[in-house]
């Protein structure tokens, strides 16, 4: 009987893993496979994860031809993939409508929220609508995006004969698909944790990265803003939600993209820290 195959594979295997039991290895940096020795895991303290959720599918699909939907996948990945990789995501992966990318090492939270913007300006700017030129499609290519960080482990995991796939356990990729939720159509929202670490940034990386180049009046001009000094921040601090099982207090949200004539400085100063050379 079906049934009783299925326990009796699912105790043996339950067995052989118990025998296995699990070692835990402590690394610095995501690696781009998890480990597939046996009961092998790795632990990583510190990952900045990024979550792309792209927004508005059930309508897509809702297309009598499933070409839009199709062509809206392909430019939707494929860009998220180069700008994830560009800025040196070590790991990215694809979950339901959305595509992570994984941050590690000290500066992590930079190159992941300066990915971010790329990829918010860029749909909004260029991909989608290259999206409504290549399909005459009237349906519109959005995103919510999501950053959290936090310790996480993986491994790579799957039945004996059947696919692997990297299993990552911990809360960054959780929490940064939640806040990709939570995020309105091509905005940035990042836990009150990825906050703190940009406020404690040098002074120059924490002015581009709050405050930008000025030029974004229809930010600056909301009143919503938070006041950070003298000037007013670009991200703008509320309550997380109760009801998403979110594990912090606030979250911040960014509705700016990277300026026309400043972003390309912008950028280059979050990431390295430093102005770049005229
Ligand atoms: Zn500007």
Request: a neutral charge; hydrophobic letters at 40%.
């Amino acid at each position: 009987m079906l049934l009783d195959e299925v326990l009796a594979t699912l105790t043996s295997q339950l067995d052989d893993q118990a025998e296995l039991g699990v070692k835990i290895k402590q690394q610095t940096e995501v690696p781009s496979e998890g480990p597939i020795d046996k009961g092998l895991w790795f632990y990583m303290q510190n990952v900045t994860a990024v979550f792309v959720d792209l927004k508005g599918s059930t309508e897509l699909s809702a297309y009598r031809s499933p070409k839009p939907s199709a062509f809206a996948y392909t430019y939707f990945v494929r860009a998220m993939v180069v700008i994830f990789e560009r800025f040196g995501s070590k790991y990215v992966d694809i979950q339901g409508d959305g595509v992570f990318g994984l941050f590690s090492g000290p500066q992590s939270e930079f190159y992941a929220v300066a990915s971010a913007i790329t990829a918010r300006t860029q749909i909004e700017r260029d991909i989608d609508a290259r999206f409504e030129k290549d399909t005459s499609s009237e349906w519109k290519m959005t995103a919510g995006i999501g950053i959290d960080r936090g310790p996480l482990l993986v491994r790579r995991l799957g039945l004996r004969g059947t696919k692997q796939n990297e299993v990552w356990a911990g809360k960054p990729v959780n929490m940064a698909a939640k806040l990709s939720s939570v995020a309105c159509s091509n905005q940035v929202v990042v836990s009150e944790r990825v906050f703190s670490q940009f406020r404690k940034a040098s002074p120059i990386r924490r002015r581009a990265l709050l405050w930008g180049c000025g030029c974004c009046k229809e930010i600056q001009g909301d009143g919503l803003g938070i006041t950070i000094g003298e000037t007013k921040c670009l991200w703008t601090k509320e309550p997380a939600p109760a009801e998403m099982g979110l594990d912090f207090d606030q979250l911040y949200r960014l509705k700016s993209k990277w300026c026309c004539v400043h972003g390309a400085e912008l950028c280059e100063t979050i990431v390295t820290g430093c102005r770049p050379e005229a």
